[in-house]
């Protein structure tokens, strides 16, 4: 008998069904895929005995705070041709025919534990004396950096050395912070105007 009551409420269960419900709202219109935000900004500068040839910028008094968890990229524009820039990752080595080296390096400060990130630099190093270089290599250096969630450089298939390939994914939205212009720069701390 009992089996007899299951078989019937089961029936009964099964064959309940109410109206259906509205379509819901059409999605954002796109490719499918991941979806992250990134952050870039632009910045040039002189290299100077007077900041220790190094540029810093603080994220916080511009009003950005990555986490721990981003990814700072940084590029140097090496060239215009035609009207074209030609952006290289750094760290960026000058091999000079005297056989000294130069190098434009960056590095951040952070709080891990507070998965904050403080301030980036830019800055000159090698064996050549910095005080000696021809001022191509000093003035008016112009950087772009991208921060972007370290997810998107292991998820999206880009290449982290091509500033155009992480700039033309369909996988990430940039948020621009804004861009220096040339003199705007001071000795310590970049700030963005």
Do not use: H
């Not at 709080?111 to 064996?127: A, C, H």
């Not at 997810?151 to 939205?173: C, E, G, K, R, T």
């Amino acid at each position: 008998m009992s089996a007899f009551l299951l078989i019937i409420a089961a029936a009964i269960l099964a064959s309940c069904e109410g109206p259906v419900g509205p379509i819901g709202p059409p999605g954002i219109p796109g490719e499918d895929g991941y979806n992250f935000v990134g952050t870039t900004f632009e910045f040039t500068g002189d290299f100077t005995p007077a900041n220790n040839y190094q540029l810093v910028f603080n994220f916080a008094d511009n009003g950005f705070e990555p986490y721990e968890s981003d990814v700072i990229l940084a590029y140097i524009l090496w060239t215009t041709e035609d009207g074209l820039d030609f952006w290289r990752p750094l760290p960026q080595t000058k091999y000079f025919d005297s056989g000294a080296i130069l190098q434009y390096n960056f590095d951040f400060t952070g709080d891990i534990p507070n998965d904050v990130i403080y301030d980036m630099s830019v800055f000159l190093e090698g064996d050549v004396d910095l005080s000696t270089l021809p001022l191509d290599y000093t003035r008016n250096q112009t950087f772009r950096v991208v921060v972007v969630p370290s997810d998107f450089l292991s998820l999206a298939n880009v290449d982290a050395s091509d500033l155009n390939s992480i700039l033309n994914s369909s996988s990430i939205q940039l948020n621009s912070l804004g861009t220096l212009e040339p003199g705007s720069v001071t000795d310590t701390n970049i700030e963005i105007k």
